[in-house]
């Protein structure tokens, strides 16, 4: 509704302009859809450039999630008398902010004020959440990362990766819908706690346009580099309770079943959940306590299964991941011993690209489906060749990971020497083996 | 006028979309260097019968079908339907065609007398693994059996076994 834009300066050099947004039938991009609340498309100048951003007011609360009212249903009123929840989405950056206001204005939080961050006073502790030390003005957020799908048969293949930050806990990102509308499911990833101290002034500048929102914390900042996988690997190797799954496993690879051990940062045994799967089927549940998030699951591969991890194996780590389950992404292992005297643990190195790669092959079983075809098929170069050597196999799951930009890096087992070493495929697509040291 | 820059956009988004689906799509891994088979004798209508039960095979080819990463590949598709003692248990002939996920079975195809097959089991919402097989000797018949996929992983869920159709069964052509 171009016509009923409201063009809004500021002294200097920044300006808005709000483009009310209108219903749009679900043919046409989810982004200009609106279920339940208003919306407006938000033009900023700033001195940059222009930056797009698109508001949801939740003026009628969709879901009963969020909720808000406005004195004013027109416009230029509704954005002087709304009070209640707003989500911003930035079409740059896809990043999604939920702020409360008031009367029109932003209200006072840490975090949203463009002056009100400091880098050197937020702290990122992975996924545990730490309480604020000696000060009473710290306030713990988090940065949370969600995957959005729709439920089928809407599914294939659309999907979203959102950010926003939430007080104290991770919100959905309501206000952003795929083409489902409001059966769009939203699926929590990992998140990082950060605390804002001192002085976190929200701009209040009573123009309802959400301000200078230049402070956002981005949960991609590498303050918190992953632990080389050999350093997480080695480290897990001097677990006695680890050891003592690895080695039941191990022996187990000669039945006909399937076993498994969920594992969580007691290091005790007691806390290691082992699940039997079914004789004569190469299937296998993983029951743990979801209160308690996991450092790792291990299994086995008994003879006619495969060398390798299964695309199975893949979406079980994205699933913990993208449930919240995993206790610290970047020790997380997933570990499996085969029946061929091989044993290989993956890792996520890289969270984005695993998050990316889990979104496309990973989502859902018909995804699972799509990734075993292309690559898992039981023909030379498949990774599931029956016919093939085990470094065959190797080499095609290398590749395949490689191609597809996964974030995991592999070690290899090596039960004689009880050592673990990293693999890659190089350039003219040969394995390359890195022992850890 | 923004009307017209509009509908200008809308038609060049369109258009690009159309270019896309009507190009080549790429060739699938596997075919060691060849062309990888069409195992044509696969499509067609295929039913099997058991007094009043009825397992009902439409097997067709997409030459460009979107996998998830939005590259296009050469498929054959599966649609079944399974009727048991008269009364439909499951069925995904009535999906839309512009539904995504309405096939139920998918396959790369990688020879031409054999196919491993995705399947989508609607009631029990797991997924299996159909080996189909003709033999050119006999190719109005085709043996149809259905294994758990290796590699299956449930979380906190106990393991669903077994699936709502027949797990071996000889199906007939259907002129």
């Known amino acids: ?437 | 006028m923004k009307n017209i820059l509009l509908l200008t956009l809308v038609l060049v988004l369109s258009t690009n979309s159309l270019a896309q689906r009507n190009s080549a799509a790429k060739a699938a891994p596997g075919g060691g260097g060849q062309a990888l088979p069409l195992a044509s004798a696969f499509l067609g209508t295929w039913e099997w019968h058991s007094g009043t039960d009825v397992f009902r095979l439409v097997l067709t080819r997409d030459t460009s079908y979107p996998f998830p990463n939005g590259v296009l590949y050469s498929v054959i598709l599966g649609r079944h339907s399974y009727v048991k003692n008269g009364v439909v248990i499951e069925e995904t002939f009535t999906k839309s065609p512009n539904t995504p996920q309405a096939w139920s079975l998918l396959t790369i195809p990688r020879e031409e007398w054999r196919l491993f097959m995705g399947f989508m089991d609607q009631k029990k919402d797991k997924r299996g693994k159909a080996e189909i097989i003709i033999d050119p000797a006999t190719p109005n018949q085709m043996s149809f059996s259905l294994k758990e996929p290796t590699g299956t992983v449930s979380l906190n869920t106990e393991y669903v076994r077994g699936f709502t159709v027949p797990t071996t069964m000889t199906l007939t052509r259907v002129p």
Not at chain 1, 286 to 295: E, G, N, Q, R, T
């Open chain 1, 1 to 437: 509704m171009w016509q009923e834009a409201l063009i809004k300066t500021k002294p200097g050099a920044e300006g808005y302009v709000f483009v009310p947004v209108r219903p749009q039938l679900p043919s046409q991009p989810y982004a200009l859809q609106t279920v339940g609340e208003k919306r407006y498309l938000r033009f900023k100048r700033t001195y940059s450039g222009w930056e797009c951003s698109l508001l949801s007011f939740f003026y009628r609360a969709p879901q009963n999630k969020l909720r808000g009212s406005a004195a004013t249903p027109g416009m230029p009123g509704f954005l002087k008398t709304y009070s209640g929840d707003v989500l911003i989405g930035y079409l740059g950056t896809g990043r999604v902010v939920l702020y409360k206001y008031k009367n029109g204005s932003r209200e006072h939080t840490y975090g949203n004020g463009g002056t009100s961050l400091r880098p050197g006073q937020r702290t990122l502790t992975g996924n545990t959440a730490s309480s604020p030390q000696g000060t009473t003005q710290c306030v713990e957020y988090r940065a949370c990362s969600w995957l959005l799908t729709c439920p089928r048969p809407y599914s294939f293949p659309e999907f979203q990766i959102v950010h926003n930050d939430g007080e104290g806990t991770c919100i959905e990102p309501w206000g952003t819908t795929l083409s489902c509308g409001t059966e769009t499911v939203y699926h929590l990833g990992a998140w990082n706690t950060y605390r804002l101290c001192d002085g976190g002034e929200g701009d209040g500048d009573g123009d309802g346009d959400g301000g200078d929102d230049n402070g956002d914390i981005d949960p991609d900042d590498d303050n918190n580099p992953p632990l080389p996988p050999c350093e997480g690997m080695n480290a897990q190797n001097q677990i006695p309770a680890f050891k003592a799954a690895q080695n039941e496993l191990i022996a187990k690879t000669s039945g006909n079943a399937e076993y498994s051990y969920a594992f969580n940062d007691k290091h005790d045994f007691s806390t290691y959940v082992g699940t039997p799967g079914i004789p004569g089927k190469p299937v296998v549940s993983m029951i743990y306590d979801k209160s308690i998030p996991l450092d790792g699951i291990s299994h086995n591969h008994y003879v006619e299964c495969l060398d390798v991890h299964s695309g199975g194996d893949l979406k079980a780590m994205f699933d913990i991941m993208k449930d919240g389950h995993m206790r610290d992404d970047k020790a997380f292992t997933s570990s499996l011993f085969t029946q061929n005297g091989v044993d290989y643990s993956i890792m996520i190195t890289n969270y984005n690209q695993f998050l990316n790669f889990g979104s496309i092959w990973l989502h859902d079983v018909d995804a699972v489906i799509s990734l075993e075809n292309l690559y898992y098929y039981d023909r030379p170069g498949g990774i599931g060749y029956k016919n093939s050597a085990v470094s065959a196999s190797e080499k095609a799951f290398l590749s395949m990971l490689d191609q597809n930009g996964a974030g995991i890096t592999i070690l290899k087992h090596d039960r004689a020497a009880d050592t673990w070493t990293t693999l890659s495929v190089n350039d003219q697509n040969e394995v390359v083996s890195t022992p850890c040291l």
